[in-house]
């Protein structure tokens, strides 16, 4: 288990390393990029430890992204995104409710892969955290399950600059893919009431890798360039989590459109 | 260039669709697909199999080929649901429910078989008992001094008072402010009878807590374990539970007795578990009705919910309690004893155990 952390600390460290980087789209090469953003979608969810009926529902979104590139003006970008989304999903009987809450983080540093004629594509090792909950009222003693994973990520951030009649715009993707790491998962029949008895709880924590679980989260946005400082994104996020683990399995599939404003600043305008 | 743009968000977006998709449950919504559900789901999780296999001679495999058969598609839901009830009510496990939107199923064999050795009609109506305006209530438990008395029955007298307590149901739980005030109440009482008959269940962590008045040092109760996978063996290493002593001012460490009948299941079978090994305590009654396994919940393609045990607890010589607990003195009583002496022969048998428990533990 401390090998485990070692290796996972020693490998967040080196994704903190130094690399060259420029800007994705309109990023400036000496500021930041935030984009704040509201959405609404579907989500689509299995999970055999509440139910082994599938479950489908109106998911709302609110997301944070920051681009920044480092003070030393060395090209360095990190990126930060975090997304809180709640989901109200029935079964297709439309006799049973289920909740889904979640919390995300990404965390990355961006190498240049590709940068030529306004095609940018980067990529680097980052942290990917999911916190979140299902809620199925209807189950007396089972009713929660805690989805949450934290994984040492791989970041793929693609855009490309192109203008429609003179009107420059961006087309952006980006792709968070957990590689490695430790996710909660339970027992088969292990009942979260009964921890309040026992005494010697049991570990629900559980290695994850690509080979039982699986956490992606897939951005494809446009921006619109309305003046220098303020620009509006339009996003389609896709959102894939899911494991196969303890004879049971979990999926949870929200995707997302969302509207957002970008807001970027120069350092030098910060500074002032 | 802009058609290979378009061409390749297309395809981005056309594959992110298809990985979110999510399969939905491999059995139909048809009568048979829910049979099917029903019978493996049970299968895949129960937990008391072995038990019920030595007990009656269960057989799971063979109940399934005879239920299939009573399964038409053109069947109502009321009659799928029957024939369902009908198929768990085979587990003998009043823990395995199958919850419709118009009816819930429940086994009351575990009570129903027994002599009921408890009537709340005689006793909320006997000015002796709950009806004496000195019988006092506080939350879900009725408690009364029984004030020293002639047993009519056996020709004796009962010199001593006596606290009594009724508590019915576990769903209903009492603070320690509140069990502090009845034991200070009780004060001059030489012990204390406490009455879960009629009591099915409720919150099994207050049925863990309420022992831990009555000892003065950590106690291992019993067991538990759980379901690791699909087959009728799995399940995980045994689990310890203790008692451990209430830290605040107000525990009892003097003689309890509990009553005990059939109905007495679930969180309340836990209680009289954790109870037999609180020292100064015995058990006077019947068996009780058991309910060992932890409830989980599970669902039916059609929605319906199926409840089914899938923890199993254990006394602390690992011996299941899934079909009850045996009474340290076992009492029974008939109807005549209410109709004709008008007493609850279990209580004044009670009062006189406790008598003689006082009487020799002062003569030691």
């Known amino acids: 288990m401390n090998k485990l952390w070692k290796i996972f600390v020693g490998f967040a460290l080196l994704s903190a390393g130094p690399a060259v980087a420029t800007g994705v789209g309109e990023i400036p090469p000496t500021g930041t990029q935030t984009v704040t953003s509201i959405g609404a979608g579907v989500t689509n969810l299995l999970d055999q430890y509440l139910s082994d009926n599938s479950y489908k529902g109106l998911s709302l979104n609110f997301s944070r992204e920051f681009t920044g590139a480092q003070k030393k003006h060395n090209g360095l970008y990190n990126y930060f995104f975090y997304s809180v989304s709640y989901a109200l999903t029935m079964d297709h009987n439309k006799t049973s409710a289920m909740h889904h809450l979640m919390l995300h983080f990404d965390y990355a540093n961006y190498f240049t892969c590709f940068d030529n004629k306004g095609l940018t594509i980067l990529a680097g090792p980052g942290i990917f955290l999911d916190l979140g909950a299902l809620d199925k009222p209807a189950n007396s003693n089972n009713p929660f399950q805690l989805k949450t994973n934290l994984e040492v990520s791989a970041s793929l951030q693609a855009g490309y600059k192109f203008k429609i009649k003179n009107y420059p715009m961006a087309v952006r993707y980006n792709m968070n893919l957990a590689v490695l790491g430790m996710m909660f998962a339970p027992d088969y029949g292990m009942l979260y009431y009964k921890w309040l008895l026992i005494d010697d709880k049991p570990y ?56 957002g404003i970008i807001l970027r600043r120069n350092y030098s305008t910060v500074s002032k | 260039m802009r058609k290979k743009l378009f061409d390749i968000t297309l395809t981005i977006v056309f594959v992110l669709s298809i990985g979110a998709c999510v399969k939905d449950n491999e059995f139909d919504s048809t009568p048979m697909g829910n049979f099917e559900a029903c019978w493996q789901l049970i299968d895949h999780n129960y937990c008391s199999f072995n038990v019920k296999e030595r007990e009656y001679g269960l057989d799971w495999d063979s109940i399934h080929n005879v239920y299939k058969s009573q399964i038409r598609e053109s069947m109502t839901n009321r009659e799928l649901f029957n024939v369902l009830a009908d198929m768990l009510n085979e587990l003998h496990d009043a823990h395995v429910n199958l919850i419709s939107p118009f009816q819930t199923s429940y086994y009351k064999g575990f009570y129903l078989d027994y002599e009921p050795n408890f009537s709340s009609d005689f006793l909320s109506r006997s000015t002796r008992y709950w009806a004496s305006p000195k019988c006092l209530q506080t939350g ?143 058990i006077i009654g019947d068996t009780t009705g058991g309910g060992g396994g932890f409830p989980f919940t599970k669902e039916l393609p059609n929605g319906w919910e199926l409840r089914l045990s899938t923890a199993p607890s254990y006394d602390r010589d690992m011996n299941p309690i899934e079909s009850g607990i045996a009474p340290d003195i076992y009492v029974t009583t008939g109807i005549l004893d209410y109709i004709g002496i008008r007493q609850d022969y279990i209580i004044e048998y009670a009062r006189r155990m406790m008598t003689y428990m006082h009487i020799n533990s002062t003569l030691q």
């Not at chain 1, 992606?216 to 303020?230: A, E, G, P, R």
């Open chain 1, 204 to 259: 629900a924590g559980s290695f994850a890798w690509l080979g039982n679980s699986f956490a992606m989260i897939n951005k494809l946005s446009v921006d619109f360039y309305t003046s220098k400082k303020v620009q509006l994104r339009l996003s389609y996020m896709a959102s894939l989590n899911g494991y196969h683990k303890n004879h049971l399995e979990s999926r949870i599939n929200t995707q997302v459109i969302s509207l």
């Open chain 2, 140 to 282: 879900a438990m009725k408690y009364m001094i029984l004030e020293p008395d002639y047993d009519i029955k056996d020709n004796v007298y009962i010199q001593d008072s006596i606290g009594y307590i009724y508590y019915g149901d576990f769903t209903s739980t009492v603070s320690d402010y509140q069990i502090y005030n009845i034991f200070d109440y009780f004060r001059d009482c030489i012990g204390i009878i406490i009455d879960v008959r009629g009591n099915s269940g409720g919150d099994d962590s207050f049925a863990h807590h309420l022992p831990s008045f009555f000892t003065d040092s950590t106690t291992t109760v019993g067991y538990m374990k759980h379901k690791t996978g699909p087959g009728h063996n799995d399940f995980s290493h045994a689990q310890k539970i203790t008692v451990e002593p209430f830290r605040g001012t107000g525990a009892w460490l003097r003689p309890v007795i509990v009553l005990t009948n059939r109905e007495c299941y679930s969180a309340t079978n836990d209680f009289v578990n954790c109870m037999r090994y609180m020292p100064y305590t015995t």
